[in-house]
């Protein structure tokens, strides 16, 4: 599943002791392991096979330069959300045909910037988005491909901030809008080319049965809409799949890829997936330092150097992150504890309740795991904190793929004004 393990009781990224990254680099430090990274990203691809999608990374789950890249060189495109992500794919030279662009809300900027820069095609989440593109794409003297983000109104059964596919959700567009869209109006907007259908239902979806809801609507649609003289040529099922945490059993690649298949095949429809966690969530850690160990009459509380600017997502979602201590001693006495960091903010903890060794101390380096997905993305200033720093492990070698800020970086961007 990753390649984070205990050798000689020390936690080991693939061949490297993590303390010797926290020692070299510092903390807090979010570690990611290629290996793992790509094998994920290989699963998923031998999963499909048959059917040769194109595999657009979720470039929000961890749009560093250097993962995106290495998964670009292993066959991935890009699903990206705005105009800093389309830059980002500009700086690693990503394909632009395997480019898609999600986003409810689009500026005229990004719009241009996109058609510009011949992506695929946008993934259009409302009319006046249409109507928008089809204006700038005319100005151009383009034609832009678009698809059609369609909200199918299917339960994914996951945490509701992550749910995108109900009809309450701003996401996407209903289906018979999208009919609406494909038999009549859209047929007036001459300079985009409606080419596709595009679903994203939620994300951490553990079971197979919300996919195979949604998509069977949605291929319903296609068929539909195609027999009523639209091209449909492409069906986006966006990412989604969910990953371990904690005790969780989610579908593997296999199964997902089993169910979906069929639904699809000989159907003259190119598949496009938009894989984010499934790749990037399991291939890396957080590791932090502790700071204190409080004890107090109603519980013990370890305070470590990173919090939730770093990691929000235990404060946003009450997300688990396993938590272990780099060094494992054998039969040593376990204590309940909160693991929390130094935000102003009683939210600001990174797990609660778990039990670390009891004679956990100062300096003793902690890894979050499962981080490598929407952990630095998310990150903030917040409490004019730096961000952390990221390193990338290639078997007994590392790399320092973002540096940590300093203090100047915080303020880089302000003025003093003169009174
Ligand atoms: N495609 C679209 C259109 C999306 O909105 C997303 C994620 C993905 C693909 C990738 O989803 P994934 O495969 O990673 O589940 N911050 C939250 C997750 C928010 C996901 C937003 N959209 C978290 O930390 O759990």
Known sequence: MHDFQFKNNRLYCENTDLERIADAVGTPVFVYSQKTLLDHFRNLKTAFREINPLI????????????????????????????????????????????????????????????????????????????????????????????????????????????????????????????????????????????????????????????????????????????????????????GLGIIYHREKPQTAGQYAKAVIPLIRNKNLKLILEPGRFVAGNAGVLLTQVLYVKDTPAKRFVIVDAAMNDLIRPSFYEAYHEVVSVRREARVQVKKCDIVGPVCESGDFLAKDRRLPAGIRQKDILAVMSAGAYGFSMSSNYNSRPRAAEVLVCGNRFYLIRKRETYDDLIRNETLIKK
Request: charged share 25%; hydrophobic share 40%.
């Open 56 to 239: 657009c990374y979720s470039m929000k789950a961890n749009s560093n330069l250097t993962i995106c890249r290495l998964l670009l060189e292993a066959g991935a495109g890009l699903d990206i959300v705005s105009g800093g992500e389309l830059f980002r794919a500009g700086k690693i030279k990503a394909k632009a045909d395997k480019i898609v662009y999600a986003s409810v809300g689009k500026t005229e900027q990004e719009i241009e910037a996109g058609i510009k820069a011949k992506i695929l095609f946008f993934n259009a989440e409302s009319i006046p988005e249409l109507e928008l593109i089809n204006k700038i794409a005319g100005r151009l003297g383009r034609r832009q491909k678009v698809a059609v983000r369609v909200n199918p109104d299917v339960e994914a059964r996951t945490h509701r901030y992550i749910t995108t596919a109900k009809s309450e959700n701003k996401f996407g567009i209903d289906i018979k809008t999208t009919r609406a869209i494909f038999l009549g109006l859209g047929r007036n907007l001459k300079n985009i080319e409606l080419c596709g259908i595009h679903i994203h239902i939620g994300s951490q979806i553990i079971y197979a049965q919300p996919f195979v809801r949604a998509l069977k609507k949605t291929v319903a649609l296609i068929e539909d809409l195609n027999a009523h003289g639209a091209a449909i040529r492409y069906l986006n099922i966006g990412g």
